[in-house]
């Protein structure tokens, strides 16, 4: 099995050994899981947080998250500056996405779609805005596959011509850290991941 902690920590000594800072646009889910992945990644990284994600449920819930991630970032030092895009909230991007998946059990192939879905478009405009990697916050959670959601992200990294930031943010008590800065920060921590069906 893969170690994709160990393949972050080799492109990181490969960046900094020629004293550049690379840009990377990061899908951001939410304020606790964003926490030790800025924390960690803007050392060696210039940050944009993505927040694209149209499967949260209600409208209400996808604004918090957003604005706790934005006042995460206000309160927080970080050695390179972080910045942050916003997409538009498009729930029936996910609805259509995982038609006919409604039913399926939590962390099973209606949450594969939802990977992909939100990887890809953050994919496409890292390839468009001129980013160097792209990655996503998501694998920093115990209870999401981190081996599935760096196998998309290497597809989208081949389709779109971009590279794929590899990561398993729970490695090196990375979960452990962002529950600590979660209450540091007094981050809003959900209790479900996002969609509808997660909610049940």
């Given at each position: 099995?893969?170690?994709?902690?160990k393949?972050?920590?080799?492109?990181?000594?490969?960046?900094?050994?020629?004293?550049e800072?690379?840009?990377?646009?990061?899908h951001?889910?939410?304020?606790p899981?964003?926490?030790?992945?800025?924390?960690?990644?803007s050392e060696?990284?210039?940050?944009?947080?993505?927040?694209?994600?149209?499967?949260?449920?209600?409208?209400?819930?996808?604004?918090?998250?957003?604005?706790?991630?934005?006042?995460?970032?206000?309160?927080?030092?970080?050695?390179?500056?972080?910045?942050?895009?916003?997409?538009?909230?498009?729930?029936?991007?996910?609805?259509?996405?995982?038609?006919?998946?409604?039913?399926?059990?939590e962390?099973?192939e209606?949450?594969?779609i939802?990977?992909?879905?939100r990887?890809?478009e953050?994919?496409?405009?890292?390839?468009?805005?001129?980013?160097?990697?792209?990655?996503?916050?998501?694998?920093?959670?115990?209870?999401?596959?981190?081996?599935?959601?760096?196998?998309?992200?290497?597809k989208?990294?081949?389709?779109?011509?971009?590279k794929?930031?590899?990561?398993?943010?729970?490695?090196?008590?990375?979960?452990?850290?962002?529950?600590?800065?979660?209450?540091?920060?007094?981050?809003?921590?959900?209790?479900?991941?996002?969609?509808?069906?997660?909610?049940?």
């Amino acid at each position: 099995m893969r170690n994709y902690q160990k393949e972050l920590e080799k492109i990181i000594a490969a960046t900094e050994s020629t004293g550049e800072v690379p840009k990377l646009l990061l899908h951001a889910c939410c304020a606790p899981c964003s926490s030790y992945c800025l924390e960690y990644l803007s050392e060696y990284f210039d940050i944009t947080v993505f927040c694209y994600n149209p499967n949260i449920y209600p409208e209400e819930e996808y604004g918090y998250r957003v604005s706790e991630i934005k006042r995460l970032i206000d309160e927080s030092e970080y050695k390179h500056p972080v910045k942050v895009i916003e997409a538009s909230f498009e729930p029936s991007e996910f609805y259509t996405a995982v038609k006919g998946y409604e039913k399926e059990r939590e962390g099973g192939e209606r949450c594969f779609i939802c990977y992909e879905l939100r990887l890809d478009e953050t994919a496409r405009r890292a390839k468009e805005l001129g980013f160097d990697f792209f990655t996503t916050t998501l694998t920093i959670s115990p209870l999401k596959n981190a081996e599935k959601i760096n196998e998309i992200g290497e597809k989208l990294a081949g389709k779109y011509g971009i590279k794929h930031l590899p990561s398993d943010f729970k490695k090196k008590n990375g979960y452990k850290r962002s529950i600590e800065l979660s209450k540091e920060h007094n981050l809003y921590r959900q209790n479900y991941c996002g969609c509808v069906y997660s909610q049940r």
